[in-house]
Nanobody, 122 residues
């Protein structure tokens, strides 16, 4: 499975962005998709993850209440709606996929997208 992320850009603090990630190739029931991010000089960190059914989602503390992860399995696409963006949200955002249970650990994901840059100006 190959993942392609898009939707990043430059936005002012308080603004919104919607990231998309399309999975090419066949994905089967149980394919978990998530988002991670990496800011300059920092380690990659978990943002959000969602089960195949959409019934189980998990967010980092920094994302709770501001970000929403969703998916459209018919389109093999996962989305990350980001509202009330802050300068500290500036990072390269990566989508990731795996089979099994939603995980907050990057090492549990076998497929990664190329990343999309999100820059939030103050």
């Amino acid at each position: 499975v190959q993942l392609q992320a898009s939707g990043g850009g430059l936005v002012q603090a308080g603004g919104s962005l919607r990231l998309s990630c399309v999975a090419s190739g066949r994905t089967y029931s149980g394919y978990v998709m998530g988002w991670f991010r990496q800011a300059p000089g920092k380690e990659r960190e978990f943002v959000a993850t969602l089960s195949w059914s959409g019934g189980n989602s998990y967010y980092s503390d920094s994302a709770k209440g501001r970000f929403t992860i969703s998916r459209d399995n018919a389109k093999n696409t996962v989305y990350l709606q980001m509202n009330s963006l802050k300068p500290e949200d500036t990072a390269v955002y990566y989508c990731a996929g795996t089979y099994g249970s939603p995980s907050t650990w990057s090492t549990d994901y076998g497929s990664w997208g190329q990343g999309t840059q999100v820059t939030v100006s103050s």
